[in-house]
T-cell receptor, first 117, second 112 residues
């Protein structure tokens, strides 16, 4: 079946602008995660949704970052007043949380490469 | 919080040889340990995982071992092939729904 999809694949924006990054999880997956990956590093957690609600947003670096998942499926990560330090690959993952032995597994999308100039 | 360390950061092996990547973790509550393969320009792909109630798991040429007492786990790839070349990440998490804590990655190159 279809995997996790993310759009756009690449986004170049100017410092100070607002951006939105979209994630379409695997159909039926109730849990959704956002991670940020800097060059040469492992993914770092940003926020986790269970259904429509943010169950854990402890990884969001500051209040310029915000994410929503209004209908429990698609999620949007929003970054206000972008800074050059926000440049990274933003990864989305979904999980069949609650389905017995598979509930730990997280499946990642291809990511959105954000470049702030 | 959890701290996952991974080594080596780079690894080169001849085709057909074995490759071993090691990770340590700090939180004794962690009970799920996945391994991901990431190719250039792509997202991480889950290749194998292990839970804390199991000491070893194998899937064809890939195996993972876990030592809960020492808080370390390892990925073993046998009979390596050029298509195994990628960056490999280990991760740990204490329970369902929680974030994954990733290592810093190992860039594996398999030389034909």
């Amino acid at each position: 079946g279809a995997g996790v999809s993310q759009t756009p694949s690449n986004k170049v924006t100017e410092k100070g602008k607002y951006v939105e990054l979209r994630c379409d999880p695997i159909s039926g997956h109730t849990a959704l995660y956002w991670y940020r990956q800097s060059l040469g590093q492992g993914p770092e957690f940003l926020i986790y949704f269970q259904g429509t609600g943010a169950a854990d947003d402890s990884g969001l670096p500051n209040d310029r970052f915000f994410a929503v998942r209004p209908e429990g499926s698609v999620s949007t990560l929003k970054i206000q007043r972008t800074e050059r330090g926000d440049s990274a690959v933003y990864l989305c993952a979904s999980s069949p949380s609650g389905e017995g032995t598979r509930d730990y597994e997280q499946y990642f999308g291809p990511g959105t490469r954000l470049t702030v100039t | 919080g959890e701290n996952v360390e991974q080594h080596p950061s780079t690894l080169s092996v001849q085709e057909g040889d074995s490759a071993v990547i090691k990770c340590t973790y700090s939180d004794s509550a962690s009970n799920y340990f996945p391994w991901y393969k990431q190719e250039l320009g792509k997202g991480p792909q889950l290749i194998i995982d292990i839970r804390s109630n199991v000491g070893e798991k194998k899937d064809q040429r890939i195996a993972v071992t876990l030592n809960k007492t020492a808080k370390h786990f390892s990925l073993h790839i046998t009979e390596t092939q050029p298509e195994d070349s990628a960056v490999y990440f280990c991760a740990a998490t204490p329970h369902t729904g929680n974030q994954f804590y990733f290592g810093t990655g190992t860039s594996l190159t398999v030389i034909p």
